[in-house]
């Protein structure tokens, strides 16, 4: 690769600064000529409260903004130090359990979900799960 731009690249990349062309959003697929969003939120690192509190201010968010899947990361817990701890459940003081079944009772926020993936959540070799939001009414 070469570390000099020509004057060909350098016209082209003036010509793009000065325009007012808009780049494409690349998180939009466009599927039957309807926008399907999708959003992303890293739960690493959160203690069971706050990823709880994360959690539902982000669905509110995405709902609100038509955002039709959500990818939650929440690690596989083979590095929690609760997992040692006796007097804790060892699944449910795992952001991995905790933050779906957090979820799932939360009544207000089911409303606005179509489905919890369980099956990535039950699976050893995941630490992540999708949400699939209802359209605003």
């Not at 007012?20 to 690192?45: A, M, P, Y």
Request: proline share 2%.
């Amino acid at each position: 690769m070469t570390d000099k731009l020509s004057d060909k690249d350098k016209k082209d990349w003036q010509n793009f600064l000065n325009s007012s062309e808009k780049l494409q959003i690349k998180d939009i697929e466009q599927i039957n000529d309807q926008s399907v969003l999708e959003r992303s939120i890293d739960l690493h690192g959160f203690t069971l409260e706050g990823a709880n509190k994360e959690i539902s201010k982000f669905i509110e968010n995405c709902y609100l903004n038509k955002v039709k899947k959500i990818n939650v990361i929440t690690g596989k817990g083979m590095r929690s130090k609760n997992i040692n701890d006796p007097y804790q459940s060892s699944e449910l003081s795992i952001l991995k359990y905790s933050v779906p079944e957090y979820i799932k009772n939360n009544s207000e926020l089911m409303k606005k979900i179509i489905k919890i993936d369980f099956e990535s959540v039950d699976s050893p070799s995941k630490g992540n799960f999708n949400i699939i939001l209802k359209s605003i009414k």
